[in-house]
């Protein structure tokens, strides 16, 4: 089946240092590929998408591009800040295998100050 | 604010016992997810309905169900509760069945089993 898997944390960070959570997928087919954040008491947020190999996706200066050599997504941003401190979320979804969101494990981001 | 809404935010029942949890989805979306997070299985999909009707369905189990209504919410039924149902609950949200189309995620209900 289809699975994805990341990096476990916690990863701890300072302020404005580089950040990259690595998401690696199984699929069989081409999915689409998803970063979804939820803070502290929240529910998910999407965060960014690529739909095909070699798009890249952007927001709030994260981005990851979907690889499809190396069936990866990592999420990297260059400068982070507390405030995105937060867990992050690799997913997928094929639609040959209907419209489910598979996740991955999660990865705890904590950026101290 | 994704625009989705659950109630309630906190549920804390004893085992054994029936719980409902409700979901509003974003307007003018017709389909709705329901996903369970827990400790030991992580983000898991339950079941989507589409427009009133059941499309997908994927870790549920038997005891759990689930149904999507006319004016489009939707409330998922646990029964005969045990101690490992407690976990958060979520309610997703988007507007048709297209794989790429972005799924808007609600605060989640928060279930406690006793």
């Known amino acids: 089946g289809n699975s994805v898997t990341q990096m476990e944390g916690p990863v701890t960070l300072s302020e404005e240092a580089f950040l990259t959570i690595n998401c690696t997928y199984t699929?069989?087919?081409?999915?689409?590929l998803f970063w979804y954040v939820q803070y502290p008491g929240e529910g998910l947020q999407l965060l960014l998408k690529?739909?095909?190999?070699?798009d890249k996706g952007s927001n709030k200066g994260f981005e990851a591009t979907y690889r499809k050599e190396t069936t990866s997504f990592h999420l990297e941003k260059g400068s982070v800040q507390v405030s995105d401190s937060a867990v992050y979320f690799c997913?997928?979804?094929?639609?040959?295998?209907?419209?489910?969101?598979?996740f991955g494990g999660g990865t705890r981001v904590l950026v101290k100050p | 604010d994704s625009g989705v809404t659950q109630t309630p935010k906190h549920l804390i029942t004893a085992t054994g016992q029936r719980v409902t949890l409700r979901c509003s989805p974003r307007?003018?979306?017709?389909?709705v997810y329901w996903y369970q997070q827990s400790l030991d299985q992580g983000l898991q999909f339950l079941i989507q309905?589409?427009?009133?009707?059941?499309?997908a369905k994927g870790n549920i189990l038997e005891r759990f169900s689930a149904q999507q209504f006319p004016d489009l919410h939707s409330e998922l039924n646990l029964s005969s509760l045990e101690l490992g149902d407690s976990a958060l609950y979520f309610c997703?949200?988007?507007?048709?069945?297209?794989?790429?189309?972005?799924?808007?995620f609600g605060p989640g209900t928060r279930l406690t089993v006793l």
């Open positions: 699929a069989t087919g081409y999915p689409s």
């Open positions: 309905y589409y427009n009133g009707e059941e499309r």
């Open positions: 997703a949200s988007s507007v048709g069945l297209a794989g790429a189309g972005t799924q808007y």
């Open positions: 997913a997928l979804i094929m639609e040959a295998a209907g419209n489910k969101l598979t």
């Open positions: 690529a739909t095909k190999a070699d």
């Open positions: 307007s003018g979306d017709l389909s």
